[in-house]
C-alpha cells in the first residue's frame, strides 16, 4: 500500500457562490403566491369536515364488509389501505393531526399482516376505524390533548396486546 492511501484530504469549502448570490429574500411574486395558496388551504379546510366524513363512511362500509366476508378479505382489506392512506395525507394539512397519526398506524399495521390475516387482525382494523369515527364525530384537532393521547395509547396497546 502507498503511503498516501491511508490519508484522508479535507477540503472547506471557500464560500464563494455564497457571496455570490447573497441571501435569498422572497419576491413579492412569491409572498403574494404564498398568500393566494394559503387562502386556497383555508377555504378547503371549511369544507374538510364534509370530506373527512364521506372518507370516513368509506372507510366504515369497507370496514365491514371486511369483518363479514372472510373469503374477500384482502380485497377489503386493500380498500381500507387505500382510504386510510387518503385520510393520512389530509387530516394534518386541514387541522387534524389525530387524523393523520391514526391512519399512519392503521397503514403500517395492515402492510405488516397482509396476506397472513388472523381474527385478531380484524378487530384491530375495526379498533382504529371506530378511533376515526371518535375524532371526526368529535371535532378533535388537538393531537397533544390528554384525550387524544389515551386514544393512541390505546390503539398502541392492542397492536402490542396481539404482538404484530
Do not use: W
Request: proline share 2%; net charge negative.
Amino acid at each position: 500500500m502507498a503511503e498516501n492511501e491511508d490519508k484522508a484530504e479535507i477540503i472547506k469549502p471557500s464560500g464563494a457562490l455564497k457571496a455570490k448570490v447573497g441571501p435569498i429574500q422572497p419576491s413579492a411574486e412569491d409572498l403574494r403566491a404564498i398568500k393566494k395558496a394559503e387562502a386556497v388551504i383555508a377555504n378547503l379546510a371549511e369544507k374538510y369536515l364534509d370530506v373527512v366524513e364521506q372518507d370516513l363512511a368509506n372507510i366504515q362500509a369497507a370496514a365491514a364488509k371486511f369483518k363479514a366476508d372472510a373469503a374477500n378479505r384482502d380485497q377489503h382489506l386493500h380498500r381500507i389501505f387505500l382510504v386510510a392512506h387518503d385520510m393520512k395525507g389530509q387530516g394534518g394539512s386541514f387541522g387534524y393531526p389525530l387524523i393523520t397519526t391514526i391512519c399512519h398506524q392503521l397503514c403500517r399495521f395492515i402492510e405488516r399482516v397482509e396476506g397472513n390475516l388472523e381474527d385478531s387482525d380484524v378487530e384491530v382494523v375495526s379498533i382504529h376505524v371506530d378511533a376515526l369515527q371518535v375524532v371526526i364525530r368529535d371535532k378533535m384537532t388537538q393531537a397533544d390533548s390528554d384525550q387524544a393521547k389515551a386514544l393512541l395509547k390505546g390503539l398502541k396497546l392492542v397492536i402490542e396486546k396481539i404482538g404484530k
